[in-house]
């Protein structure tokens, strides 16, 4: 073990950690890597804390593959890394699909908490029993998640509801969690070189931040509120109402939505339903919300949609939801039509820009693009399979180590989960001609008069504030100098052809001041009669003149010599 593993291992806060790490270090062992656990620490300080790793390896193991055995250990070490491990099932630029393919059959569920432990926390959070507040709660839970379970109950209306409801104790097993991801973050990234592109102290950095707001029970109702705004028009979709007076950060108190589960084609060809017409009004919905909106939900599957009378949709569970800004639905269309235009150079320059990798070897990446965008080129839009298109572009990516930004992952993985439920109803559904008419509005809208405009009178504030804060920025400059407050450094590249070019730059410099000034005295000594001549003209003036045309064509030579060496390099 290297000394900065060490170093970092040993800050850890042992005492307060250990147990978990002992879990965490068991589990690893037993899913077949012991290894993994020697080299990150946690077997090392475990022995310093009196406790070995020395449990039997399942022989059931031997026989799945390693996502497969990385899947089970990740569902077994609990509500973080399967959330850890939700996440990475969107990183479809960087891990290839059967590791994907196993993350996405990562299941949330977890043995439920006894009823009197979630009573005795419902009471705190709504204030009062909850036999007051509720006709009807059921004491068994409707599903039981890492993160909280969910009761079916009534309001004193009758209105049925669903209660989700924090699981007990959850908040300090994910904080001792994300207190060992980062240091393994910071492990991967001082041992592992090989690590360094993926940025895992970021990602550890970005998951924190969501796990974070998904502990709020609260963030899912905003966010489903805004989606329900944002799709108010379309009443063929339906988001569950929020009942905030019984809202709390362990706590949120939704309508209950009665319809047919995602999943289940059997129950909507025996109600009647249109598959195609579900498939493409739910594609409508998810489409406006990425490409209209830029707010969306980030997990359509099937088990996140029900299906109601008349053909209209149910979406629930908002906890992961993905945000993409106005350039970046410009740079999305930009790479949609570099891709329908076959200009692969276009398409290069937004990879490395998203991945932020100027050292990319860009001609390489320009000659994949184009076998790329060969093999789709001319298929008809209803034989695309988006998904594949998706999974291939980003293959191109991984083979270049580029990777997309947080919010073009979970897009990328959306879209996906999207185009494979829309199949799943529908075999023919046809992603691209859904998302066409979506992509030529924005183009539209973006190339209008009126866009236009308003980029230009944006650029204008922009300037006039920059002019007019212009003073006051000069005098806090010269007040600085005044101060010798200001200190430049400069990096120089090839310092000693650098230094003789201002050699000869001031060579030059000196023989032009030189020959004018030898030019001004012959001028003026021209001008006296007095003194020897040659030739009828005074000798010394000539004799300056003689000098100024030396000097002159020295000085011009010089400088052509330099244009052509300049030239040759």
């Known amino acids: 073990m290297t000394a900065p593993t060490l170093m970092i ?5 042992a005492t307060r950690d250990i147990a978990r790490l002992y879990e965490i270090g068991s589990v690893l062992v037993r899913h077949g890597f012991g290894d993994l656990a020697q080299r990150t620490g946690i077997a090392r300080l475990l022995e310093n804390a009196g406790r070995t790793l020395h449990l039997p390896v399942r022989p059931a193991e031997d026989v799945l593959t390693t996502p497969q055995r990385i899947r089970r250990a990740l569902e077994e070490m609990g ?3 399967v959330k850890l491990g939700q996440i990475l099932s969107t990183r479809v630029d960087v891990f290839p699909p059967e590791w994907i393919a196993e993350f996405e059959n990562l299941q949330d569920h977890a043995a439920p908490v006894p009823y009197e432990s979630v009573r005795a926390q419902l009471v705190t ?11 009807q709660l059921d004491p068994q839970p409707l599903a039981a998640g890492s993160i909280a379970q969910v009761h079916r109950a009534q309001l004193q209306d009758g209105t049925p509801v669903v209660l989700k409801v924090r699981r007990p104790g959850i908040e300090a097993v ?5 207190r060992l991801l980062r240091r393994l973050a910071e492990l991967a990234e001082r041992d592992w070189p090989a690590l360094q592109r993926y940025q895992p102290r970021e990602i550890v950095r970005q998951f924190a931040a969501s796990l974070k707001r998904e502990l709020d029970l609260r963030s899912e109702c905003r966010n489903a509120e805004r989606i329900a705004s944002n799709l108010a028009l379309d009443a063929n979709i339906v988001i569950p109402q929020v009942f905030w007076q019984w809202t709390t950060p362990r706590l949120n108190v939704q309508a209950h939505i009665a319809g047919i ?3 289940d084609l059997e129950a909507v060809d025996a109600a009647g339903l249109d598959r195609p017409t579900l498939a493409r009004r739910g594609a409508n919905a998810v489409l406006k919300m990425v490409i209209e909106d830029g707010f969306f939900h980030a997990d359509p599957h099937p088990g996140n949609v029900f299906y109601l009378p008349d053909n209209r949709i149910a979406l629930i569970d908002f906890g992961m939801v993905g945000h993409l800004s106005v350039p970046r639905r410009h740079q999305l269309a930009d790479l949609l039509f570099g891709l329908a235009q076959r200009d692969s150079e276009r398409v290069a320059e937004l990879l490395t820009d998203w991945a932020n990798k100027g050292d990319a070897d860009v001609a390489a990446l320009c000659a994949d693009l184009d076998c790329f965008i060969d093999e789709f080129h001319g298929v008809p839009l209803e034989q695309i399979d988006v998904g594949h298109l998706l999974a291939e572009l980003t293959r191109v990516m991984r083979d270049h180590a580029l990777m997309l930004p947080a919010d073009l992952a979970l897009l990328f993985k959306a879209v996906i989960s999207l185009e494979g439920l829309g199949r799943l109803l529908d075999p023919q559904f046809d992603m691209v001609s859904v998302a066409t008419p979506f992509l030529m509005r924005v183009q539209r809208q973006r190339n209008s008069p009126r866009a236009m405009a308003r980029v230009g009178a944006k650029s204008l504030r922009e300037a006039m504030t920059l002019i007019a804060g212009l003073p006051g920025d000069l ?4 007040k600085t100098v005044d101060r010798g407050g200001v200190t430049i450094r400069i ?7 650098a230094s003789s070019r201002i050699d000869r730059s001031v060579s030059r410099l000196t023989m032009g001041i030189v020959t004018a000034a030898l030019i001004i005295g012959s001028s003026i000594t021209m001008t006296v009669q007095a003194g020897s001549t040659w030739f009828g003209l005074p000798f010394f003036g000539l004799l300056g003149f003689v000098g100024a045309t030396v000097g002159g064509v020295w000085l011009l030579s010089s400088i052509r010599r330099s244009a052509r060496n300049d030239a040759d390099a």
Not at 9 to 13: C, D, H, K, R
Not at 125 to 135: H, R, T, Y
Not at 174 to 178: F, G, P, S, T
Not at 475 to 478: D, K, P, T, V
């Open 79 to 81: 509500p973080t890394f």
């Open 125 to 135: 959070d709504l204030g009062a029993n909850p036999e007051d507040v509720f006709v």
């Open 261 to 263: 589960a995602g999943r």
């Open 174 to 178: 994910v904080e001792a969690d994300l």
């Open 491 to 497: 990096d120089v590249v090839h310092l000693d052809r």
């Open 9 to 13: 291992f040993e800050t850890i806060e």
């Open 475 to 478: 005098r806090r400059l010269i």
